[in-house]
Protein backbone atom coordinates (compact mmCIF):
# COMPACT_ATOMS: atom_id res chain seq x y z
CA UNK A 1 0.00 0.00 0.00
CA UNK A 2 1.49 3.12 -1.16
CA UNK A 3 2.17 5.64 1.94
CA UNK A 4 3.29 9.34 1.24
CA UNK A 5 5.41 10.74 4.24
CA UNK A 6 6.06 15.00 4.38
CA UNK A 7 8.91 15.99 6.94
CA UNK A 8 8.59 18.36 8.53
CA UNK A 9 5.42 18.90 9.73
CA UNK A 10 5.93 22.46 9.83
CA UNK A 11 8.22 25.34 9.78
CA UNK A 12 8.81 28.67 10.32
CA UNK A 13 11.41 30.92 8.55
CA UNK A 14 11.97 34.35 7.98
CA UNK A 15 11.66 36.02 5.14
CA UNK A 16 13.92 36.05 2.18
CA UNK A 17 15.14 32.20 2.96
CA UNK A 18 15.49 29.61 1.04
CA UNK A 19 13.96 26.11 2.01
CA UNK A 20 13.05 22.41 1.01
CA UNK A 21 10.60 20.26 1.97
CA UNK A 22 10.39 16.84 1.73
CA UNK A 23 8.29 13.89 0.37
CA UNK A 24 8.90 10.58 0.59
CA UNK A 25 6.77 7.58 -0.39
CA UNK A 26 6.75 3.69 -0.57
CA UNK A 27 5.91 2.59 -3.95
CA UNK A 28 8.34 3.47 -6.63
CA UNK A 29 5.40 2.44 -9.13
CA UNK A 30 3.71 6.05 -9.57
CA UNK A 31 2.84 7.85 -12.63
CA UNK A 32 3.52 11.08 -10.72
CA UNK A 33 3.88 13.45 -8.39
CA UNK A 34 2.58 16.76 -8.01
CA UNK A 35 3.41 19.25 -5.20
CA UNK A 36 0.11 21.68 -4.16
CA UNK A 37 -0.36 24.83 -1.92
CA UNK A 38 -3.52 24.99 -0.05
CA UNK A 39 -4.28 28.32 2.45
CA UNK A 40 -6.19 27.72 5.32
CA UNK A 41 -10.40 27.03 4.66
CA UNK A 42 -9.45 26.87 0.87
CA UNK A 43 -8.99 24.31 -1.96
CA UNK A 44 -5.70 22.98 -3.92
CA UNK A 45 -3.41 25.17 -5.61
CA UNK A 46 -1.40 23.22 -7.84
CA UNK A 47 2.26 23.66 -7.99
CA UNK A 48 4.48 21.46 -9.84
CA UNK A 49 3.85 18.31 -11.25
CA UNK A 50 6.68 16.02 -12.11
CA UNK A 51 6.17 12.91 -14.72
CA UNK A 52 7.74 9.73 -13.27
CA UNK A 53 9.99 10.02 -16.13
CA UNK A 54 11.39 13.41 -15.16
CA UNK A 55 13.97 14.47 -12.70
CA UNK A 56 12.59 18.02 -11.60
CA UNK A 57 10.45 20.99 -12.51
CA UNK A 58 10.69 24.60 -12.18
CA UNK A 59 8.21 27.82 -11.75
CA UNK A 60 9.35 30.53 -10.75
CA UNK A 61 10.94 30.79 -7.43
CA UNK A 62 9.61 27.42 -6.77
CA UNK A 63 11.58 23.92 -8.14
CA UNK A 64 10.29 20.83 -7.62
CA UNK A 65 12.88 16.94 -8.16
CA UNK A 66 11.91 13.69 -7.76
CA UNK A 67 13.71 11.00 -7.32
CA UNK A 68 11.61 8.17 -8.05
CA UNK A 69 13.70 5.10 -7.49
CA UNK A 70 14.64 6.14 -3.96
CA UNK A 71 10.98 7.23 -3.30
CA UNK A 72 11.67 10.65 -2.69
CA UNK A 73 11.06 14.18 -3.90
CA UNK A 74 11.73 17.72 -2.61
CA UNK A 75 10.30 21.33 -3.02
CA UNK A 76 12.67 24.14 -2.92
CA UNK A 77 11.51 27.64 -2.07
CA UNK A 78 13.49 30.24 -3.25
CA UNK A 79 14.17 34.03 -1.33
CA UNK A 80 10.52 32.70 0.41
CA UNK A 81 8.26 35.81 1.04
CA UNK A 82 4.87 35.69 3.55
CA UNK A 83 2.51 35.31 0.84
CA UNK A 84 4.02 31.88 0.48
CA UNK A 85 2.53 31.22 3.90
CA UNK A 86 0.56 27.94 3.35
CA UNK A 87 0.32 24.41 3.77
CA UNK A 88 2.14 22.32 0.99
CA UNK A 89 1.03 19.22 -0.01
CA UNK A 90 2.40 16.14 -1.54
CA UNK A 91 0.51 13.51 -3.73
CA UNK A 92 2.02 10.66 -6.06
CA UNK A 93 -0.35 9.12 -8.70
CA UNK A 94 -0.19 4.93 -8.24
CA UNK A 95 -0.74 2.55 -10.25
CA UNK A 96 -4.53 2.30 -10.19
CA UNK A 97 -4.85 5.34 -10.84
CA UNK A 98 -5.38 6.88 -7.31
CA UNK A 99 -3.78 10.43 -5.46
CA UNK A 100 -2.39 9.73 -2.44
CA UNK A 101 -1.06 12.68 -0.48
CA UNK A 102 1.06 13.18 2.45
CA UNK A 103 0.21 14.65 5.94
CA UNK A 104 1.56 18.41 4.19
CA UNK A 105 4.10 20.90 5.61
CA UNK A 106 2.54 23.95 7.02
CA UNK A 107 4.86 26.77 6.09
CA UNK A 108 5.10 29.95 7.69
CA UNK A 109 7.14 33.03 6.59
CA UNK A 110 8.04 35.73 9.25
CA UNK A 111 8.17 39.26 7.88
CA UNK B 1 -8.98 25.29 -19.38
CA UNK B 2 -9.90 22.32 -17.12
CA UNK B 3 -12.08 24.22 -14.13
CA UNK B 4 -13.43 21.99 -11.87
CA UNK B 5 -16.53 24.27 -9.66
CA UNK B 6 -18.53 23.13 -6.58
CA UNK B 7 -21.51 23.94 -5.40
CA UNK B 8 -22.03 25.13 -2.52
CA UNK B 9 -19.18 26.45 -0.92
CA UNK B 10 -20.51 25.87 2.33
CA UNK B 11 -23.61 24.64 4.08
CA UNK B 12 -25.06 24.37 7.75
CA UNK B 13 -26.89 21.75 8.21
CA UNK B 14 -29.10 20.03 11.26
CA UNK B 15 -28.38 16.20 12.34
CA UNK B 16 -30.02 13.64 10.38
CA UNK B 17 -30.55 15.77 7.13
CA UNK B 18 -29.30 15.15 3.96
CA UNK B 19 -27.16 17.62 1.92
CA UNK B 20 -26.05 17.22 -1.74
CA UNK B 21 -22.58 18.44 -3.02
CA UNK B 22 -22.21 19.12 -7.14
CA UNK B 23 -18.99 18.85 -8.89
CA UNK B 24 -18.40 20.33 -12.39
CA UNK B 25 -16.16 19.99 -14.83
CA UNK B 26 -16.95 23.63 -16.63
CA UNK B 27 -14.63 23.36 -19.71
CA UNK B 28 -13.95 19.86 -20.21
CA UNK B 29 -15.51 16.39 -20.01
CA UNK B 30 -14.53 14.14 -17.28
CA UNK B 31 -15.45 10.56 -17.50
CA UNK B 32 -14.05 10.08 -13.79
CA UNK B 33 -14.22 12.12 -10.75
CA UNK B 34 -13.00 11.75 -7.29
CA UNK B 35 -14.56 12.76 -4.23
CA UNK B 36 -11.84 13.33 -0.97
CA UNK B 37 -12.59 14.36 2.69
CA UNK B 38 -10.35 16.54 4.90
CA UNK B 39 -11.02 16.82 8.03
CA UNK B 40 -9.16 20.04 9.94
CA UNK B 41 -5.55 20.03 10.23
CA UNK B 42 -5.51 16.60 8.35
CA UNK B 43 -4.43 15.44 4.45
CA UNK B 44 -6.95 14.44 2.47
CA UNK B 45 -8.42 11.24 1.98
CA UNK B 46 -9.77 9.41 -1.07
CA UNK B 47 -13.77 8.41 -0.45
CA UNK B 48 -14.73 7.31 -3.66
CA UNK B 49 -14.19 6.96 -7.39
CA UNK B 50 -16.81 8.22 -9.60
CA UNK B 51 -17.35 6.80 -13.02
CA UNK B 52 -19.72 8.71 -15.27
CA UNK B 53 -22.60 6.21 -16.48
CA UNK B 54 -21.65 3.25 -13.81
CA UNK B 55 -21.85 2.64 -9.85
CA UNK B 56 -18.88 4.42 -7.73
CA UNK B 57 -16.17 2.68 -6.26
CA UNK B 58 -15.70 3.35 -2.78
CA UNK B 59 -12.66 3.09 -0.04
CA UNK B 60 -12.41 1.45 2.27
CA UNK B 61 -13.91 2.01 5.33
CA UNK B 62 -16.50 4.29 3.57
CA UNK B 63 -19.71 3.77 3.82
CA UNK B 64 -21.40 3.63 0.25
CA UNK B 65 -25.10 3.65 1.52
CA UNK B 66 -24.33 7.18 3.68
CA UNK B 67 -22.24 8.86 0.95
CA UNK B 68 -24.74 8.68 -2.11
CA UNK B 69 -22.89 9.45 -5.76
CA UNK B 70 -24.07 9.59 -8.99
CA UNK B 71 -22.20 10.82 -11.91
CA UNK B 72 -24.93 11.07 -14.49
CA UNK B 73 -23.18 13.16 -17.22
CA UNK B 74 -19.31 13.80 -18.01
CA UNK B 75 -19.76 16.81 -16.53
CA UNK B 76 -21.61 16.39 -13.22
CA UNK B 77 -21.03 14.36 -10.30
CA UNK B 78 -23.03 14.55 -7.14
CA UNK B 79 -22.15 13.48 -3.32
CA UNK B 80 -24.99 13.21 -1.19
CA UNK B 81 -24.23 12.88 2.64
CA UNK B 82 -27.32 11.17 4.11
CA UNK B 83 -28.42 11.28 7.61
CA UNK B 84 -25.55 13.70 8.22
CA UNK B 85 -24.34 13.59 11.80
CA UNK B 86 -21.92 16.16 13.63
CA UNK B 87 -18.96 13.76 12.54
CA UNK B 88 -19.73 14.24 9.06
CA UNK B 89 -18.20 17.24 9.42
CA UNK B 90 -15.68 18.58 6.92
CA UNK B 91 -14.49 19.60 3.82
CA UNK B 92 -14.63 17.76 0.73
CA UNK B 93 -13.10 18.12 -2.13
CA UNK B 94 -14.19 17.14 -5.84
CA UNK B 95 -11.54 16.31 -8.74
CA UNK B 96 -11.66 15.69 -12.22
CA UNK B 97 -9.74 13.86 -15.32
CA UNK B 98 -10.16 15.32 -18.73
CA UNK B 99 -10.75 12.36 -20.83
CA UNK B 100 -7.71 12.76 -22.87
CA UNK B 101 -5.16 13.19 -19.82
CA UNK B 102 -6.11 10.47 -17.04
CA UNK B 103 -2.81 10.83 -15.06
CA UNK B 104 -3.99 14.51 -14.11
CA UNK B 105 -6.47 15.28 -11.93
CA UNK B 106 -8.41 19.13 -11.69
CA UNK B 107 -9.31 20.20 -8.35
CA UNK B 108 -12.72 21.91 -7.07
CA UNK B 109 -12.37 24.60 -4.56
CA UNK B 110 -14.38 22.30 -2.01
CA UNK B 111 -17.04 22.74 0.75
CA UNK B 112 -17.46 22.77 3.95
CA UNK B 113 -20.17 20.88 5.64
CA UNK B 114 -21.33 21.89 9.04
CA UNK B 115 -23.90 19.47 10.96
CA UNK B 116 -25.07 20.69 14.20
Known amino acids: KQEVTQIPAALSVPEGENLVLNCSFTDSAIYNLQWFRQDPGKGLTSLLL?????REQTSGRLNASLDKSSGRSTLYIAASQPGDSATYLCAVLDSSYKLIFGSGTRLLVRP | GAVVSQHPSWVICKSGTSVKIECRSLDFQATTMFWYRQFPKQSLMLMAT?????????EQGVEKDKFLINHASLTLSTLTVTSAHPEDSSFYICSAVHSGRATEQFFGPGTRLTVL
Open chain 1, 50 to 54: IQSSQ
Open chain 2, 50 to 58: SNEGSKATY
